[in-house]
């Protein structure tokens, strides 16, 4: 997850403008009912995401530590992530980019994201995203080898499963996010009017596995804090609390703050949410009675470290969050148009 930049009230302001400058107007999607959200979470409680992270942790550790844009890193991870997904039935392709990096001289850096698509209708398409890339400090284990090794397994518990979608949904794995979003960024710019109005929705996930975490899941309609996203992102919130509920598991809301992927597609109007566990926020007490762990302790406090590797993630969390982007993208892939 990029660190966040700005104060909350500057960011309302700026979605708030670029919503009326984009006119677009997404598909907007009914959330489909039937799933059985204990079956998915039955299912992902043996699925292998700790076998993706320890895939990704080697290759850090071949790598200087780092799994970064436009390093080698990146690229032996971009590999593993394309072998998955062909593994699984899916014909991946890479999207190039540029960006300036950070730092004197501020070299141009070649970067890509990797796009993989199931069956289903182009009009209504749902993006599955999660970056990729780590920051140069240290392997991005949590953050956010957790979130791909939750797209990877969702991809092919989709294929496994047998669902025939009604709804095309496109797994994005983006690069550039550590550096500024870069990728995501790149994706929706590249979107013409009509493939902005054709995607349905955006479902985020960054670091789904901190070791004192939480189930925290985006603010849709900004009922809890003040950045909501655009119509239909309030649906997206909803099916995600569905899955918990169903699950009685605990989970609680957390802000759009301009940090994660998610922020180019609510710029331009497409109805986004996702999963987040937490970084350098402290964990509450009423949050160690909801979920466990330690009082006063950063919910990751190993953000943005070296010491980001595959002991700073908690298994089980991450099942649970996995599952509930399965839920949430069968939901969609089977949703009627509204």
């Not at 500057?10 to 204990?38: F, N």
């Not at 997904?85 to 990797?114: D, M, W």
């Not at 985006?218 to 909803?238: L, N, Y």
Request: proline fraction near 3%; charge should be negative; charged fraction near 25%.
């Amino acid at each position: 997850m990029m660190r966040r930049l700005g104060k909350a009230a500057a960011a309302a302001i700026l979605l708030a403008i670029s919503l009326v400058i984009s006119g677009c107007t997404a598909s907007r999607l009914e959330p489909a009912a039937g799933v059985d959200a204990r079956a998915v979470l039955a299912e992902f409680k043996g699925r292998g995401m700790v076998e993706h992270l320890e895939a990704l942790q080697r290759v850090a550790d071949d790598n200087d530590g780092n799994r970064a844009s436009g390093t080698s890193g990146y690229e032996e991870s971009a590999r593993y992530v394309e072998e998955q997904l062909r593994a699984a039935g899916y014909s991946p392709v890479r999207q190039s980019f540029t960006f300036r990096g950070e730092g004197r001289g501020r070299k141009q850096v070649e970067s890509f994201n990797i796009l993989a698509d199931t069956a289903g209708s182009a009009e209504n398409t749902v993006v599955v995203g999660g970056h990729l890339d780590s920051v140069r400090e240290g392997p991005g284990i949590n953050d956010n080898a957790s979130g791909v090794a939750a797209m990877l397994e969702t991809a092919a518990w989709l294929k496994e499963s047998g669902i025939t979608p009604v709804n095309r949904v496109r797994f994005a794995f983006w690069g550039g996010e550590e550096d500024g979003l870069f990728g995501s960024q790149h994706y929706v710019d590249e979107l013409s009017g009509s493939e902005k109005s054709q995607t349905a929705a955006n479902l985020n996930v960054d670091m789904l596995a901190s070791p004192n975490g939480v189930r925290s899941i985006h603010d849709g309609d900004g009922s809890d804090f003040e950045e909501a996203g655009p119509s239909g992102s309030k649906q997206i919130e909803d099916v995600f609390f569905r899955f918990f509920e169903e699950n009685s598991l605990p989970a609680e809301t957390t802000p759009f703050d301009g940090g994660s992927d998610y922020d180019a597609f609510l710029r331009a109007g497409i109805p986004g949410g996702g999963l987040f566990s937490g970084d350098v926020k402290r964990k509450t007490k009423a949050q160690v009675q909801s979920y466990g762990g330690v009082a006063g302790k950063d919910l990751d406090s190993c953000y943005h470290e070296a010491c980001d590797t595959i002991s700073n993630t908690n298994a089980d969390l991450l099942k649970e969050m996995s599952a509930a982007l399965a839920y949430a993208t069968a939901t969609y892939a089977l949703a009627p148009r509204g």
